[in-house]
């Protein structure tokens, strides 16, 4: 059975950092993408990354770019997801997320694609002074 399971949300000061991870256990990185959504209470959800299987191609939605990286760890098949120059406005949910079917050099894109069979229970990031 796949899943993920997230940690490393909390309380974070505007222009801050902060590092999500994203374990994953029941298949390999190496077959599957993993893509990374934020939503806010009464906002829509939103498609900020992702990252490619086998060979780790990342991209990025323009509201994060600069500021937000995506990265995998295939020994510990963990994803991190490095938050830089965090602003209030950014306070919202974090979620990785992956779909049931994969293999090796899938493109992890669009970036909004909601359609994924597995989700993590998301972490709470909270930016204010």
């Known amino acids: 059975q796949v899943q993920l399971v997230e940690s490393g949300g909390g309380l974070v000061q505007p222009g801050g950092s902060l590092r999500l991870s994203c374990a994953v256990s029941g298949v390999s990185l190496d077959y599957r993408t993993i893509s990374w959504f934020r939503q806010a209470p009464g906002k829509e959800r939103e498609g900020i990354s992702c990252?490619?299987?086998?060979?780790?191609?990342?991209y990025y939605a323009d509201s994060v770019k600069g500021r937000f990286t995506i990265s995998k760890d295939d020994a510990k098949n963990t994803v991190y997801r490095q938050m830089n120059s965090l602003e209030p406005e950014e306070t919202a949910g974090y979620y990785c997320?992956?779909?049931?079917?994969?293999?090796?050099?899938?493109?992890?894109?669009?970036?909004?694609?909601?359609?994924?069979?597995?989700w993590g229970q998301g972490t709470q990031v909270t930016v204010s002074s």
């Open positions: 997320a992956t779909p049931k079917v994969g293999g090796l050099g899938d493109s992890c894109l669009p970036l909004t694609n909601y359609e994924l069979d597995y």
């Open positions: 990252i490619s299987s086998s060979d780790g191609s990342t």
